[in-house]
């Protein structure tokens, strides 16, 4: 998919209990904290700082909703299992996360599980893939920071990453070289068709 146009639409926190949705399909960003899940946003939407980053874990505190193309929209969710964060305000984020995933699961037509190429997937990620699998949503896994790696460190983090994800689609990328972004935006274009 082309894209356009992007804008900010707004943050839902779990504090708002009347948040008015609308019938619009979407895509969703949702990762441990601080691996590029906001910055990865940016890469596909053409943008430099339309999504807040920092180098600092624990940046994204809501779900932050974007407009793409004037049809979609693109979701940022807060990083899982942050524990500097204080447990109330980790059990907080958590808690919007599995929330906002139900609320809107029937527009989501992928959801985006970016997964750090260095560390590879945690104990965290698979609880979020068994909780995709059991809300029977789609996921896409983004290897991100391939630019950290040499090729074969990439391989390997591949044939890693589909040893543990069987038969999930994984496509490595690079926001800062812009490695994999075409890719994956054909792809999450397909999926909103
Ligand atoms: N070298 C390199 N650095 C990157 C790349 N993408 C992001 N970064 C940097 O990594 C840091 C964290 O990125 P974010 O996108 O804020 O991470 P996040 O996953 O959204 O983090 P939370 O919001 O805390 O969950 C920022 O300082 C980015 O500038 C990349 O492709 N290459
Ligand atoms: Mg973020």
Known sequence: MKIKTAEFVKSVSINDTKVYFDARNEVVFVGRSNVWKSSLMNALMHKKDLVKTSSKPGKTRTA?????????????????????????????????????????????????????????????????????????????IVLSKCDRLGRNDVNKSISHTEKVFFGQQIVPVSSSKGDGIEELRKLLGESLK
């Open 64 to 140: 932050n909703i974007f407009f793409v193309n004037k049809k979609y929209y693109f979701t940022d969710l807060p990083g899982y299992w942050f524990a500097k964060l204080g447990q109330n305000l980790r059990e907080d984020l958590d808690a919007l996360i599995s929330w906002y995933l139900e609320e809107r699961k029937r527009y989501l037509k992928k959801i985006v599980l970016v997964v750090d190429a260095k560390i590879g997937p945690q104990q965290k990620d698979i609880d979020m893939m068994e909780f995709l699998s059991e809300q029977e949503l789609s996921p896409v």
